[in-house]
């Protein structure tokens, strides 16, 4: 059975930075593709950030790159989303999503975990 459980949203101040954690668990991990996704209230779900679990390719939104890292600890079976330099259009709901396709597109991601809320204040 996949799971995903997301941790570390909250509430901050804009420039702050804020470290989002998805743990994983489920069947052939080494072979999927880690994403981050958010969603703001009355917009779609959007790309934020991706990893191979296998390799250490990564992929950013334009809107994050920079700013943003995506990393993994195979160990603990752990993606991590370290948000640098938060902008008050960064508050959404970050969910974190398990895939097979190296991809943007939130319809090839099957498994998604329940969010975690993001808030930044001016």
């Known amino acids: 059975q996949v799971q995903l459980v997301e941790s570390g949203g909250g509430s901050v101040q804009v420039g702050d930075s804020l470290t989002l954690s998805c743990a994983a668990s489920g069947r052939h991990l080494s072979s999927s593709v880690l994403a981050w996704f958010r969603q703001a209230p009355g917009k779609e779900r959007e790309f934020v950030a991706l990893?191979?679990?296998?390799?250490?390719?990564?992929l950013y939104a334009d809107s994050v790159k920079g700013r943003f890292i995506v990393s993994k600890d195979k160990p603990k079976n752990i993606v991590y989303l370290q948000m640098h330099n938060l902008k008050v259009e960064d508050t959404a709901a970050y969910y974190c999503?398990?895939?097979?396709?190296?991809?943007?597109?939130?319809?090839?991601?099957?498994?998604w975990g329940q969010g975690t809320q993001v808030t930044v204040a001016s």
């Open positions: 999503a398990r895939g097979s396709q190296y991809s943007t597109n939130r319809l090839e991601y099957v498994f």
């Open positions: 990893i191979r679990w296998s390799r250490d390719s990564t």
